[in-house]
């Protein structure tokens, strides 16, 4: 079978943006699979702007060109499969059980000195250990090239970030030992290959996605750019959105920021 996804990887020691450069490759015309891969980001992004900070040479920053047969509103399926490949990866190199948060990240259960052994104590208590970002160029109605950015945490202490430490995780902070990077992106790599040529062939990410989102059943509050909702968290739609039931009636949301409410304990 030939590879798709890692076919070609040009390594940067220090870039703006792997998405930005990606990007501007493929507007170029460079074909689909390459991925921009840096051990720095001076520039590094998330959603709406937001930046992802990184110390240098310590974790997985890159970013693959990807020429899919989607309809764009179908476009959300890449992110699916992209925070799927992250978990399964984890999972089968480290044994470790990775939990997402729609729309785009993965999350660490973090070990406490306390008991925790309901599925809501398990969704609060996890950290996001790695991030997601796609962004898509239509030419017309269709997609001409989605840019796929994946930064996973590995070889630093999350103390380094202190407004970032409650919320966030590397990998060294939840095994307490550094890993192999390059073995792990080669691994990330043939996962992402695997579930990417799957998409091609039809498959649906969405019950996988959906049995690994942690929210599910549980009063959320969710930041959206026409301000905040709460509700329950009851599914992960079709067409990726996500469904919050609400005084008795039910709302559909296609981007925002998800916390999970504490409930009393
Ligand atoms: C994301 O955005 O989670 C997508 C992150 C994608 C990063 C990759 S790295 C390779 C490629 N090149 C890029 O320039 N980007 C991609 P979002 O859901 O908007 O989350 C951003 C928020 O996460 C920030 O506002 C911080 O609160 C938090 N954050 C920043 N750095 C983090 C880190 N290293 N780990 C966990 N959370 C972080």
Not at 107 to 133: C, F, M, Q, W
Not at 140 to 147: K, N, P, Q, R, V
Not at 162 to 176: C, E, I, N, R, W
Not at 179 to 201: N, P
Request: charged residues 20%.
């Amino acid at each position: 079978m030939s590879v798709v996804i890692g076919r070609e990887i040009r390594r940067f020691a220090q870039v703006a943006s792997t998405s930005d450069l990606a990007r501007e490759l493929a507007e170029q015309g460079a074909d689909e699979g390459l991925v921009i891969s840096a051990e720095e980001q001076i520039a590094g992004r998330g959603r709406l702007g937001r930046k992802w900070l990184v110390p240098a040479n310590t974790s997985l920053q890159f970013s693959v060109i990807l020429r899919p047969a989607l309809e764009p509103a179908f476009a959300f399926r890449l992110t699916q499969m992209a925070a799927l490949a992250v978990a399964r990866t984890l999972t089968a190199q480290f044994s470790l059980q990775p939990i997402l948060k729609w729309p785009n990240d993965v999350l660490l259960p973090i070990a406490r000195n306390r008991e925790y052994n309901s599925t809501y104590d398990a969704a609060s208590d996890a950290r996001k250990v790695a991030g997601i970002l796609t962004e898509s160029t239509l030419r017309g109605d269709a997609i001409e090239f989605c840019i796929l950015g994946i930064g996973l945490n590995v070889n630093f202490s999350m103390q380094v970030y202190p407004d970032l430490a409650p919320f966030a995780t590397t990998l060294q902070d939840v095994m307490g030992h550094a890993v192999d990077r390059a073995a792990l992106e080669q691994a990330l790599l043939a996962q992402l290959d695997a579930a990417y040529r799957a998409l091609g062939e039809g498959w649906d990410p969405l019950p996988e996605y959906r049995a690994r989102v942690a929210m599910l059943g549980q009063t959320i509050h969710v930041q959206t750019a026409s301000g905040a909702v709460t509700g329950i968290a009851s599914d992960i739609a079709p067409d990726g959105a996500l469904v919050l039931a609400r005084d008795g009636d039910t709302l559909k949301l296609y981007a925002g920021d998800v916390t999970i409410a504490k409930e009393p304990r």
